[in-house]
């Protein structure tokens, strides 16, 4: 008894890097839960670059950072890694990285758990690819070789079924595990009542193709005409913020759209917005939805693959729009920016407990008890 609970007690995580996103603060929580829990806890880090979420990592994770700008030059570092550190369980927050650990640990016949956290729909995660890699070998790759992976973790009912059809992941190895709500930066801001809310929309995220933010802004504009009251800030940056630029110029919404860049602290948008939009093509769990949720803001999204349909309690914490329809998201802005429909705070707030790190890491300890 004693050794099995010695085993359970260690874990190793391995991340690409703690810059600023989802699956970073995802992998930051549970290392510093996992640590605070008094796990053996190791972080290795492809390309480690010091960041605020570096700055918060509880001081008792042993951290390798193999000083490597891409997953195709960390090949010898982590075989390194893997015969000195002898790992008993790792935890992994890249599909490439994953791919990679599995390809060595059948190679190099090592005894080491496997366990990995893929981060979004894998089928139309390549749908934009940036490289020789994504275009024509990522899909046949993983799906030859994600299945071999002890435990594979779905962040959502959508990539649970998205895993079990295209990627022919086994049910047995596969399990639905949503991802904590992260405790929003408050730095001195008080909770905003109700009336003090504007006609203000939010969206937080990166400004990528992913994000579908076209439509968003195409949306945006039909409730403009029909109340030009309303006001869109997008919080964030990335590759498509000049191309979303010109677009607001394009639709005359320069006086009603503000592009802020990237914020560290989200609190003080989410209590000025009567909502939160996502226009997503596909995610994998929005984390930004549930934020939203905690600071007590509804939220309005397409019912993409995947993610919303896990978060969102129609009519308790926000709205569901069929996929792509943009006159049903026009209209729901327009409900919510009126009277027609009204969300209580309390219960927003209430919807947002399931997603508790407690709760959330309390399935994670029970994969690492199950999986030898």
Sequence with gaps: MKDN????????????????????????????????????TELWV???????????????????????????????????LLFTRRPEKILIFHIELAVLIIALKKLLF????????????????????SGVWEKYLARPVIKWILPKSDKTIAQSTGMYRDMIKNFKIPPQNLVTIHNPAFNLRVNGTLKMDEKEKSNEFLYVGRLSPQKGLENMLNAFKEAHNADPTIHLTLVGDGSEREKLK????????KNSVTFTGYRENTLPYFYRAKATLLTSFFEGFPNVLVESLMAGTPVIAFDCPSGPEDIIIPGINGLLIPYLDLEAFSAAILKVAGVEIQFEREKIIESSERFSISSIVQKYEKVLRETN
């Design 5 to 40: 609970n010695r085993i359970n007690k260690k874990i190793t995580l391995l991340t690409f890097s703690l810059d600023h996103g989802g699956a970073e603060k995802v992998c930051l929580t549970l290392c510093n839960e996992f640590a605070r829990r008094n796990y053996e």
């Design 246 to 253: 010109n677009l607001v110029a394009e639709l005359g919404l």
């Design 46 to 80: 492809i390309n480690y670059r010091e960041s605020s979420l570096t700055s918060e990592l509880d001081n008792k994770i042993k951290i390798f950072k193999l000083n490597r700008k891409h997953v195709r030059n960390s090949l010898f570092p982590l075989i390194k």
């Design 110 to 129: 090592l005894k080491t758990t496997v366990i990995v956290r893929s981060i979004n729909t894998l089928s139309r995660a390549y749908d934009y690819p």
